[in-house]
Every structure is written in structure tokens, then in C-alpha cells.
């Protein structure tokens, strides 16, 4: 997420309830306010199933069975689910919920909301985003709820156990379409409910019926839209946030005389070029060439753009979309283990010219009548990433490549990369349902993308890439559990989408987070990455949220 200089605040973002500065006191009227790179008008959605959702939907209000904690190597955590195993076959999981959980409506949760939630899914294909592929989900009692999948899929275990909300079966029973509700009321049974909500900003408040004795301490937390994502330093700097996640040029010495601020670094998402790449399901434009996404690739100079752009907190990124330390193990061929660092101009000539883009007098490309001219999105405000942008823009004319950078609001840009309605778009990737790239990968199959024109699933294959040869080797790594057959068909995986490159890397980009300690203490640290502190991590957030504490 990308932000920077100084403006102002969205009018409803500047106060908190009744227009009382946020913040301060006893855990009885506490509050705190988070900027999570909203710029504009707030569109309300709670459905936890559809791509748009508000960030809270997922750790604030619903919870999963698990919990996983990328910032450290911990085993995941218990949360609605307390115990699980598989069949020997990976077909069928065994499922014990908790105890003592109640809905934030009072009423008792059970194993049969578990089961229900995957049969909602089962039965409607738009919500089931990660495409798991389930024969059955039913409640043997009230503590245990027993999957039963077509194939074996021990992989989906991080999907089904740390990344699927559970929802109430006697709310959603009672929904006619979930694929179309923004579920305006929803009950969840999270540390926070939904208090009020405004296009500019929403306040959730303490669930007095969390399980977790003691959590949240923290009464009220408030979520505010900025005018430009540029008005990040001023709220910050101005005690009007709490909790932000931006990028902030000069950062070490914007907070040096600031005694209440403090930041981490946990860079952990692969910036990338999203590009439209799937002419057969209904993307336009020059980018649907795997050449000219080959030749984009070796024309970036991302050592250059680190220094312009990313501070110098970027790190190397990979082509196989892995993060090179964490993931070496991973990589097949050690070939792929990291991008260029320099610009390869001369082989990104090479690759237009025999895919036959011809260089005009204007020193830009065509081909049958058709101009290498291509638009990139990025969000309003979002200043590494316009920076980018603009670094790219006289990269890529070196090769003949016409870039046209254009900066729209965060619902506008995320619409656009969910209905495939784009070129090219900056964003990241990384972070999936565990750290095995099974989730990584899912990314690119088929079954997680759609027609342009129609959202395309939470996993995100927002490029429209489809490739056979990426289906088969994805759901052969589903249907084992032995770490060195996965790896055999990850190794197919990186292949082709090295080779395709739907997403282009650029590096592995800083994930800055600021906190303010005047109204509340108690956050991670770089010695202590309790969880990610990102304020858009879904789950994370729940976590963090849970574990602070009223300033004294």
C-alpha cells in the first residue's frame, strides 16, 4: 500500500462518534482510528464471500478455524476450530469446534454452523472462491463437522481450516441470493460487530459476546476514508490515526521528534504488474502478447526502481512469484531464484522485434495497425507506486513501449482488476492461505478467474490466465500430501508462468506500518511479530486488535 505527502482529511474522517476526537481513555469509551488506504467514498459490504468486502469483515467480525501467523513460523492457532485430521486418502476432515462461542447475537455456535458454511459454498459456486471441490459437509454433532471432498485435497487445508469465514446458519439460511447481499446486519463471532456506518467512515465496536475472556480492550474502532491517500503523513503526524499501513517517504525522519510513533517493517508482497492477459476470456490490448509481457519483464531496471521508488526497503523478488529467502526450497530451478536486477534492453528488443513489433518514427511499436500503448492503474495517492510509474513509463519507451499511467480511487482500481476492466495494474502479490505456493499458485488456474467483465474469485487471478498445463499440475499438488511430489509439480508451475508471466515482479516490496501509542499500546514490534500488523491482512487484523490495550 502506497501513500505520502501531506493534505487533508475526508470531512467524516477527522472525528469519531458525535464528532469527538477518536481515542484515549478507559477500555469503557476507547477508541482508536485506522486508515487502511480507503481514499474516497466507502462502499458498503459485509458479505464475506464476495471480492469487495470490507477489510473488518474478515478477523473483526467473522473468524475462521485457524489461524496463521505469517510473520513468524508458529504453528497456526486455534480459533473456532480446536482439533483436525484428515482420512488417509485427503479426501475426508474431521472437523472439532469450541466450546462456549457464541454469535454476536447471543446465540450458541456449533459445528453445524461449520457445516453449513461449506455447504453454502458447495452448493454456490460464485462464493466458493478458492474453488474447493466438496461432495458433502455435515455435522456429526454440535462439536464436529466432517468434510468430505471429491479429490484429495490435503492442500486446501490452509483455504478450509485459516481462510474461510464462518457464518451463522440462522441468519444465512434466511438470505434469497448471498451471491448478491452485502448482508447490511451482519453477526459474526469476532471480537468487533458493525456500530455505524458512513461513506466516509464505520465504527465497529466491542462484541460483548466474544469468547475470548477479557478481549478486545479496545471499546470503539474506527475506520476513516481520506480525501487522497496523500493525506497519510497528516494523519498520522496530526494524532488523527492510530494504525496505518503506507509507504512514507523519508519515514525515519518524518517520525525522529514524533515520541508517540513508531513503525515495522514486514516486507512480505511481490510488486507486480497485474496484466489482463487472457484474450480467449475477453481481455484487449497489446499485454495479451506473452511477448510483450516477456520483453516488460527484462526492461524493468528494478534497482533503479528501488532507489526511486521504493526507499531502498524493497527487497528481490522472483519470477516464480516466491519470496527467494523464505521460499529457496520451493524454487526448482535455481535459474528463477531472483529477477534481474538491471535492464536488459537489448533482449527485450530482441523479443518485439521477432514477435514482429515494428518501432514507427515516433520510436513506439506496432503491429498490425495496432500501437504498443498501454494504460497502468494505480490508486490515487498511492506515491511508490506512482513513482513507479513514472520511472517505468521512461523505461519501457527505451523498448519501444508507450506506458500511460492513470491514477483513479481505490474502489474504481479494484473494481477494474476484479471484472478484468484493465491492461496493466500495479498491485502485489504474496500472503495466500498458508506458505506452501500451493495458495500462490492458485492464483493462476482457471477455476479462480472468469470472463472479463465478471468478478473473478477472492483468489485473485485477476490477469485472466489460463493455462492446461497450470490446472493439471495445481490440482495433482492438491491431491497429495508428500512435499516432494508437490514440488514436482510446482516445478511445472514455475515453468509456465516464468515462460507467460501474467504477473510481472518487480520486487518484494516494504510492507510499512505506522502505530500511534497515544491512545493505545501493545503493538507488534520488530521483536515481537505477534502477527502481521498490516491494517488490510484479514484475520491479522482481529489479532492486533484483540491484543492491544487502552493507553494509560
Same mark, same amino acid.
Given at each position: 500500500?502506497?501513500?505520502?505527502?501531506?493534505?487533508?482529511?475526508?470531512?467524516?474522517?477527522?472525528?469519531?462518534?458525535?464528532?469527538?476526537?477518536?481515542?484515549?481513555?478507559?477500555?469503557?469509551?476507547?477508541? /482508536?482510528?485506522?486508515?487502511?488506504?480507503?481514499?474516497?467514498?466507502?462502499?458498503?459490504?459485509?458479505?464475506?464471500?464476495?471480492?469487495?468486502?470490507?477489510?473488518?469483515?474478515?478477523?473483526? /467480525?467473522?473468524?475462521?478455524?485457524?489461524?496463521?501467523?505469517?510473520?513468524?513460523?508458529?504453528?497456526?492457532?486455534?480459533?473456532?476450530?480446536?482439533?483436525?485430521?484428515?482420512?488417509?486418502?485427503?479426501?475426508?476432515?474431521?472437523?472439532?469446534?469450541?466450546?462456549?462461542?457464541?454469535?454476536?447475537?447471543?446465540?450458541?455456535?456449533?459445528?453445524?454452523?461449520?457445516?453449513?458454511?461449506?455447504?453454502?459454498?458447495?452448493?454456490?459456486?460464485?462464493? @466458493?472462491?478458492?474453488?474447493?471441490?466438496?461432495?458433502?459437509?455435515?455435522?456429526?454433532?454440535?462439536?464436529?463437522?466432517?468434510?468430505?471432498?471429491?479429490?484429495?485435497?490435503?492442500?486446501?487445508?490452509?483455504?478450509?481450516?485459516?481462510?474461510?469465514?464462518?457464518?451463522?446458519?440462522?441468519?444465512?439460511?434466511?438470505?434469497?441470493?448471498?451471491?448478491?447481499?452485502?448482508?447490511?446486519?451482519?453477526?459474526?463471532?469476532?471480537?468487533?460487530?458493525?456500530?455505524?456506518?458512513?461513506?466516509?467512515?464505520?465504527?465497529?465496536?466491542?462484541?460483548?459476546?466474544?469468547?475470548?475472556?477479557?478481549?478486545?480492550? /479496545?471499546?470503539?474502532?474506527?475506520?476513516?476514508?481520506?480525501?487522497?491517500?496523500?493525506?497519510?503523513?497528516?494523519?498520522?503526524?496530526?494524532?488523527?490515526?492510530?494504525?496505518?499501513?503506507?509507504?512514507?517517504?523519508?519515514?525515519?525522519? %518524518?517520525?525522529?521528534?514524533?515520541?508517540?510513533?513508531?513503525?515495522?517493517?514486514?516486507?512480505? %508482497?511481490?510488486?507486480?504488474?497485474?496484466?489482463?492477459?487472457?484474450?480467449?476470456?475477453?481481455?484487449?490490448?497489446?499485454?495479451?502478447?506473452?511477448?510483450?509481457?516477456?520483453?516488460?519483464?527484462?526492461?524493468?531496471?528494478?534497482?533503479?526502481?528501488?532507489?526511486?521508488?521504493?526507499?531502498?526497503?524493497?527487497?528481490?523478488?522472483?519470477?516464480?512469484?516466491?519470496?527467494?529467502?523464505?521460499?529457496?526450497?520451493?524454487?526448482?530451478?535455481?535459474?528463477?531464484?531472483?529477477?534481474?536486477?538491471?535492464?536488459?534492453?537489448?533482449?527485450?528488443?530482441?523479443? %518485439?522485434?521477432?514477435?514482429?513489433?515494428?518501432?514507427?518514427?515516433?520510436?513506439?511499436?506496432?503491429?498490425?495497425?495496432?500501437?504498443?500503448?498501454?494504460?497502468?492503474?494505480?490508486?490515487?495517492?498511492?506515491?511508490?507506486?506512482?513513482?513507479?510509474?513514472?520511472?517505468?513509463?521512461?523505461?519501457?519507451?527505451?523498448?519501444?513501449?508507450?506506458?500511460?499511467?492513470?491514477?483513479?480511487?481505490?474502489?474504481?482500481?479494484?473494481?477494474?482488476?476484479?471484472?478484468?476492466?484493465?491492461?496493466?495494474?500495479?498491485?502485489?502479490?504474496?500472503?495466500?492461505?498458508?506458505?506452501?505456493?500451493?495458495?500462490?499458485?492458485?492464483?493462476?488456474?482457471?477455476?479462480?478467474?472468469?470472463?472479463?467483465?465478471?468478478?473473478?474469485?477472492?483468489?485473485? @487471478?485477476?490477469?485472466?490466465?489460463?493455462?492446461?498445463?497450470?490446472?493439471?499440475?495445481?490440482?495433482?499438488?492438491?491431491?497429495?500430501?508428500?512435499?516432494?511430489?508437490?514440488?514436482?509439480?510446482?516445478?511445472?508451475?514455475?515453468?509456465?508462468?516464468?515462460?507467460?508471466?501474467?504477473?510481472?515482479?518487480?520486487?518484494?516490496?516494504?510492507?510499512?506500518?505506522?502505530?500511534?501509542?497515544?491512545?493505545?499500546?501493545?503493538?507488534?514490534?520488530?521483536?515481537?511479530?505477534?502477527?502481521?500488523?498490516?491494517?488490510?491482512?484479514?484475520?491479522?487484523?482481529?489479532?492486533?486488535?484483540?491484543? /492491544?490495550?487502552?493507553?494509560?
Amino acid at each position: 500500500m502506497a501513500a505520502a505527502a501531506a493534505l487533508t482529511l475526508a470531512a467524516a474522517g477527522c472525528s469519531g462518534d458525535g464528532g469527538k476526537p477518536a481515542g484515549g481513555g478507559n477500555a469503557g469509551n476507547s477508541s /482508536i482510528t485506522i486508515f487502511n488506504g480507503s481514499t474516497g467514498t466507502i462502499v458498503e459490504q459485509w458479505n464475506p464471500f464476495l471480492p469487495n468486502f470490507l477489510q473488518p469483515t474478515e478477523g473483526l /467480525i467473522y473468524e475462521a478455524l485457524y489461524w496463521y501467523n505469517f510473520a513468524s513460523d508458529a504453528d497456526p492457532q486455534p480459533m473456532l476450530g480446536t482439533a483436525y485430521s484428515w482420512d488417509t486418502a485427503g479426501k475426508v476432515l474431521t472437523i472439532t469446534t469450541r466450546d462456549g462461542v457464541k454469535w454476536s447475537d447471543g446465540q450458541p455456535f456449533t459445528a453445524k454452523d461449520v457445516a453449513y458454511t461449506f455447504d453454502l459454498l458447495r452448493r454456490t459456486p460464485a462464493l @466458493n472462491a478458492t474453488g474447493l471441490k466438496l461432495a458433502s459437509s455435515v455435522a456429526k454433532d454440535d462439536k464436529t463437522a466432517v468434510l468430505t471432498f471429491e479429490k484429495p485435497s490435503f492442500t486446501d487445508e490452509a483455504s478450509v481450516l485459516g481462510n474461510t469465514p464462518i457464518v451463522p446458519q440462522h441468519v444465512w439460511e434466511k438470505i434469497t441470493d448471498p451471491t448478491k447481499s452485502i448482508n447490511p446486519n451482519p453477526v459474526g463471532t469476532g471480537p468487533y460487530k458493525l456500530k455505524t456506518f458512513a461513506a466516509q467512515s464505520y465504527v465497529m465496536e466491542k462484541n460483548a459476546n466474544y469468547w475470548q475472556p477479557g478481549k478486545p480492550q /479496545i471499546q470503539n474502532v474506527r475506520y476513516i476514508a481520506l480525501a487522497t491517500a496523500d493525506a497519510a503523513t497528516a494523519a498520522l503526524t496530526g494524532g488523527q490515526v492510530d494504525w496505518m499501513s503506507s509507504f512514507l517517504p523519508g519515514l525515519d525522519q %518524518l517520525l525522529k521528534n514524533q515520541k508517540n510513533l513508531t513503525y515495522v517493517n514486514t516486507p512480505a %508482497l511481490t510488486t507486480s504488474i497485474f496484466t489482463c492477459a487472457g484474450a480467449e476470456l475477453g481481455c484487449k490490448g497489446p499485454q495479451t502478447d506473452p511477448a510483450v509481457r516477456q520483453a516488460l519483464y527484462y526492461a524493468l531496471n528494478r534497482d533503479q526502481l528501488n532507489k526511486l521508488a521504493g526507499g531502498g526497503f524493497a527487497s528481490t523478488a522472483s519470477p516464480t512469484m516466491l519470496l527467494p529467502e523464505r521460499d529457496k526450497d520451493w524454487i526448482a530451478d535455481q535459474a528463477n531464484l531472483t529477477v534481474p536486477g538491471t535492464a536488459d534492453v537489448a533482449k527485450a528488443n530482441q523479443i %518485439l522485434d521477432a514477435a514482429g513489433w515494428v518501432k514507427g518514427s515516433d520510436g513506439i511499436r506496432a503491429k498490425g495497425g495496432e500501437k504498443l500503448s498501454l494504460t497502468i492503474q494505480t490508486v490515487t495517492g498511492w506515491s511508490d507506486y506512482i513513482s513507479l510509474n513514472d520511472a517505468m513509463t521512461q523505461e519501457f519507451k527505451e523498448v519501444g513501449v508507450e506506458l500511460k499511467p492513470t491514477q483513479l480511487s481505490w474502489q474504481e482500481w479494484n473494481t477494474n482488476q476484479v471484472q478484468g476492466k484493465y491492461q496493466l495494474s500495479l498491485d502485489s502479490i504474496g500472503l495466500g492461505a498458508s506458505t506452501n505456493p500451493y495458495a500462490t499458485y492458485l492464483r493462476y488456474t482457471s477455476t479462480t478467474t472468469a470472463k472479463a467483465g465478471t468478478a473473478a474469485g477472492l483468489s485473485g @487471478n485477476y490477469a485472466r490466465y489460463a493455462n492446461d498445463k497450470v490446472d493439471a499440475a495445481v490440482a495433482a499438488a492438491a491431491a497429495t500430501n508428500d512435499e516432494a511430489a508437490q514440488k514436482q509439480q510446482y516445478a511445472i508451475i514455475q515453468q509456465e508462468i516464468v515462460k507467460d508471466l501474467p504477473y510481472i515482479p518487480i520486487y518484494v516490496n516494504s510492507l510499512l506500518t505506522e502505530f500511534s501509542t497515544a491512545n493505545a499500546t501493545g503493538w507488534p514490534t520488530n521483536d515481537n511479530k505477534y502477527a502481521l500488523p498490516a491494517t488490510w491482512k484479514n484475520w491479522d487484523n482481529g489479532i492486533v486488535l484483540s491484543t /492491544i490495550k487502552p493507553a494509560k
